[in-house]
């Protein structure tokens, strides 16, 4: 069972179109982080969202946690060839230690067509 | 500034052998310290992840192993590689209180 489910898990558009990709959970989450996945790279984090029903904007890329804090988008407007990639969700649990470990969706895979 | 490294960034073994993954961290001290493995164009799998020197947690039963000799050092080992075992196998470390994670440009293994 997948706490974190994305959505779509692939998505091919052609540039200058809009897209949305969601990361949805039945579970409350403290704060959501969204990653980016070049192939053959490690995950780089572009956003963390805390608060629910907040909005934060990264150049082209909007993103959004849900009221409930159970939910996230990702919004990318004009996209671009270089948009392409592994786009990961994830949020964090706490272990007994003290130490955050996350739990990722399963991604959604995007390519932008020239 | 912090920085992760992980080597070798490509391993192919045959099933049978064994295994050592380094991973070391710069800038830092007393991180939180994972090791995940990811399927091909797929989501991260935690596989341990350690507090500091000495601790482990595993996350999932499976046939690999982990140790932190030194603050800023992470290995993932395994006596015997099953064919199971291939994938991209990332490093990542994180603050306590900061959930980001940063990670490592990854290993990846293929057992044959």
Do not use: M
Request: with cysteine; hydrophobic share 35%; proline share 6%.
């Amino acid at each position: 069972t997948q706490l974190l489910e994305q959505s779509p898990q692939f998505l091919s558009i052609q540039e200058g179109e809009n897209l949305t990709v969601y990361c949805n959970s039945s579970s409350v989450f403290s704060s959501l982080q969204w990653y980016r996945q070049e192939p053959g790279e490690g995950p780089v984090l572009l956003v963390t969202v805390v608060t629910g029903g907040e909005v934060k904007k990264l150049k082209r890329l909007t993103f959004q946690f849900g009221d409930a804090r159970k939910d996230s988008s990702l919004h990318i407007t004009a996209a671009q060839p270089g948009d392409t990639g592994l786009y990961l969700c994830a949020g964090p649990l706490f272990t007994y230690q003290g130490a955050q470990k996350l739990v990722f969706g399963q991604g959604t895979r995007l390519t932008i067509n020239p | 500034s912090q920085t992760i490294h992980q080597w070798p960034a490509t391993l192919v073994q045959p099933v049978g052998s064994p295994l050592s993954l380094e991973c070391t961290v710069e800038g830092t001290s007393n991180p939180n310290l994972y090791w995940y493995r990811q399927a091909a164009g797929r989501g991260l799998q935690l596989l341990f992840y350690s507090v500091g020197i000495g601790q482990i947690s595993s996350e999932v039963p499976q046939n690999l192993s982990a140790s932190r000799p030194q603050d800023r050092q992470f290995i993932l080992s395994s006596k015997k590689l099953l064919l199971s075992d291939s994938g991209f196998y990332l490093c990542a470390w994180s603050v306590d209180w900061d959930g980001t994670q940063y990670f490592g440009p990854g290993t990846r293994l293929l057992v044959l």
